[in-house]
């Protein structure tokens, strides 16, 4: 499994239809990238003559992906900003 750690920063607003807020601008930064490994499950690919195997991450959806090439995403901070108070939470 290959892991993406990462950083969460979004901006916050309440409107009459969110009384509660909702976020507005969300913004990601990559802090690490952990690799899964070579992919365990290589799919072969036939074009005419031609065959080629590549990594089952680019040609099978994520539930049909081997261990080493699903990847998950990790939130390692959530930062929250309402920028009518100036509170970060």
Do not use: F, S
């Not at 090439?69 to 920028?83: G, K, L, M, Q, S």
């Amino acid at each position: 499994m290959t892991i993406h750690v990462v950083d969460l920063d979004q901006d916050w607003h309440t409107c009459p239809n969110h009384p509660d807020g909702h976020p507005y601008d969300i913004r990601r930064t990559l802090v690490d990238i952990i690799p899964g490994g070579p992919c365990r499950a290589p799919v072969t690919i036939r074009c005419g003559q031609v065959t080629t195997t590549i990594p089952c991450h680019r040609h099978e959806p994520a539930k049909r992906q081997c261990g080493a090439c699903r990847v998950i995403v990790t939130e390692r901070t959530i930062t929250n900003h309402h920028p009518t108070t100036g509170v970060a939470g």
